[in-house]
């Protein structure tokens, strides 16, 4: 199981590696991370680490940035000994994550996230991988990290508009989960929360889904709440010059939408809706979506892993804390539910 720690990311990681012994260490980050995190923890690190770096964004999420974290380490002849270090956000722990637990069949990795979404939500469950041909995620596996350290000192670097993303995951985590937390958080807006309550307790959340659900079965179904259509949206945006969403905008709008399918095809009550899509909006702002792309959107919402055949499996709310999952909704109840948000 993994162990999570909070608080100093570079006294933990010594720690946790004067535990390892004959093992080389590789760094893995994208081109910000490398810049803005590394020197938080470079002391930490034995001198002989070896350093990978991709180009950072979701458009480099793929096996071309792969092939390169591969040859690095084989040109360095990592044995299967070697310890992996993800030091980034959700794109470096999803990618390095995969790197690591497929090369030479799998060696170890720790994940430090350093992005409000990865310490909520990407940096643990085990989910590895990485976009292919358009369609988030499409190649990957499940690995567990041995350790994610989270140390909230990474958000001071962190672009407003990326902390804003992570968010949408900490709103997620409440509407699944806890009503009471949920009612707490909508004090504030995002850029007033304190993060050293917010995070543990996001994190806590997801952890214990995961714990008790690992290959999704059915309760850890329950994280995918506004995934299925931000998802889609995430995809089609990617390759639009000029709107591309970022993963938590993306599944902000997911959020009010699934939220407006919980009315309508389940049994959440109206001024729940009306609560959690004002909020939403008031922090993330409305998005003007293109309408005459529904068709293509749809054709992406298709290809979502959370599908059996021609199906679309949506994960739902019973009410703000509670959801339900594996709910089959008429053809175009997801194009109804995009159709309210532009409304909005
Ligand atoms: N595996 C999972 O369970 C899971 C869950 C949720 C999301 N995800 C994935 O996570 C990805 C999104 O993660 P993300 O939002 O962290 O994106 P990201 O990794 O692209 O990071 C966002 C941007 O911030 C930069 N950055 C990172 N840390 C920084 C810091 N401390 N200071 C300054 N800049 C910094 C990055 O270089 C990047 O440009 C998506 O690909 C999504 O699919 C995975
Ligand atoms: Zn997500």
Redesign the pocket.
Known sequence: MTEILYGNSKENLRKALSAQQNCRVAVIT????VN??LPLVEDALPDNYLRVTFS???EN?NLSSCEEVWDTLTEAKMDRNALVINL???????LGGFCAATYKRGVRFINI??????QV?????????V?FHGY??HIGLFAEPEMVLIDPS??????ER?LR??FA?VIKHCLIADETQWKHLILNHYDKQDWSSIIPHSIGIKSDIVTKDFREGGLRKT?NFGHTIGHAL?SYYLNIPGKKL???EAIAIGVICEAWLSVEYNQMEKNQLIELQDYILDNFGKVKLDMNALDEVMDLMFQDKKNKGNTILFTLLNSIGSACWDVDLPQDAPVKAIGYYDNL
Do not use: Q
């Open positions: 994208d081109t910000n991370t803005h995190c950072h964004g979701e999420k980034g956000g959700g794109v470096v722990t999803d996230p350093t992005t409000l979404l990865s939500d990407a940096s643990v469950g085990g989910k590895l991988g976009d988030k995620n990474f958000l001071i670097t962190l672009p990326e993303s992570g995951e994280l995430e970022l993963h938590g």
